[in-house]
């Protein structure tokens, strides 16, 4: 398979390429190889639906998503394939540390499952 690359568009309305993955998704729901996450469904955080859905190019970042994910179930990490444009998640990016450190992204294209 050859991946596409993704692209984020600026504010300048410029398509740059800000991350090559791999990429991770960190929840607590039972998801099968092939399936695609997609925003406006109950969110993993809050009693309402996202705007986003939410995924990291970090081991570190999926696992933490996957811990606070509020359902009681086995915590998940899959590894997911975005298919369309992306940003940095504007809720991480430089609140606390300058840039992205923890490779955070959100998109209103559908992630699929690539493998968990």
């Keep these: ?3 596409m690359p993704i692209f984020h568009i600026s504010m300048d309305d410029k398509k ?3 991350d090559q993955g791999p990429f991770f998704h960190g929840t607590k729901a039972e998801l099968q190889i092939g399936d695609l996450l997609e925003h406006q469904f109950l ?11 939410y995924f990291t190019a970090t081991l570190n970042a999926a696992k933490w998503g996957a811990e606070l994910a ?4 086995k915590e998940r990490i899959y590894i997911v394939e975005p298919l369309g444009d992306f940003e940095s998640d504007p809720n991480l990016t430089d609140k606390k540390f300058p ?9 209103k294209s559908p992630l699929k499952i690539i493998a968990e």
Excluded: C
Excluded at 43 to 53: A, D, R, V
Excluded at 99 to 107: F, L
């Design 16 to 18: 740059v390429i800000i």
């Design 1 to 3: 398979m050859v991946r």
């Design 99 to 107: 840039g992205n450190p923890t490779r955070s992204y959100r998109s």
């Design 43 to 53: 969110s993993n955080y809050q009693e309402k639906n996202s705007n986003y859905i």
């Design 70 to 73: 509020r359902f009681n179930a």
